[in-house]
């Protein structure tokens, strides 16, 4: 059964933190993704990955970064966090496009005050 | 702008009966369609998808139905249990990318 990891489940961190938000998949999946979800406005993408050290821009990327240093690790980062990233963040993986499920952690509800 | 759209925040049903579900997108460039179920607390699951070359699939309880000149599609869950009791998400593909509704929240009532 494939299994994602988000590292932490509740994160509360103070505006202009640099946030780390990590995730692990165990399936040997290409592509990795991260998302915000927010109430009335579904998943949103903010950035993917579909290979070691590659990273594609999703809709939402401004005041975000990642990092895929090894194919089983994908990292949000936000570089100098602010109020309006309060969001609960998603982590997925999958193994290829189209039809191919995406896979997704638990969540980490992140709060910045 | 969003491409996929679930106009319905909320969908009650008494057990036993049929929930349907709506979603309409956009983009006609989307090749596959899928919903996704999620319980609080946890992420959300693959639950069926389709193709945009077909019009119907079928898995159990659990039918979608895909009309692309409408862009329009549905997921049908019969009969409606209360283990249902979620939010459903539609999405819609386009290589690696999948594009989300804001979702639906549905309640299964005794």
């Known amino acids: 059964d494939v299994k994602v990891t988000q590292s932490s489940r509740y994160l509360v961190k103070r505006t202009g933190e640099k946030v780390f938000l990590e995730c692990v998949q165990d399936?040997?999946?290409?592509?990795m993704f991260w998302y915000r979800q927010d109430p009335g406005l579904g998943l949103r993408l903010i950035y993917f990955s579909y290979d070691v050290k590659m990273k594609e821009k999703g809709d939402i990327p401004e005041g975000y970064s990642v990092s895929r240093e090894k194919k089983e690790r994908f990292s949000l980062i936000l570089e100098s966090a602010s109020t309006n990233q309060t969001s609960m963040y998603l982590c997925?993986?999958?193994?290829?496009?189209?039809?191919?499920?995406?896979?997704f952690g638990d969540g980490t509800r992140l709060s910045i005050l | 702008d969003q491409q996929v759209k679930q106009n319905s925040p909320s969908l009650s049903v008494q057990e036993g009966r049929i929930s349907i579900l709506n979603c309409d997108y956009t983009?006609?460039?989307?090749?596959?369609f899928l919903w996704y179920k999620k319980y609080p607390a946890e992420g959300p699951t693959f639950l069926i998808s389709i193709s945009s070359i077909k019009d119907k699939n079928e898995d159990g309880r659990f039918t979608v139905f895909l009309n692309k000149s409408a862009k329009h599609l549905s997921l049908h869950i019969v009969p409606s249990q209360p283990g249902d009791s979620a939010v459903y998400f539609c999405?819609?593909?386009?290589?690696?990318?999948?594009?989300f509704g804001a979702g639906t929240t549905v309640t299964v009532r005794a």
């Open positions: 997925a993986s999958s193994p290829g496009q189209g039809d191919q499920p995406q896979h």
């Open positions: 983009n006609s460039m989307f090749d596959y």
């Open positions: 999405a819609a593909s386009h290589g690696y990318k999948l594009s």
């Open positions: 399936m040997d999946h290409e592509n």
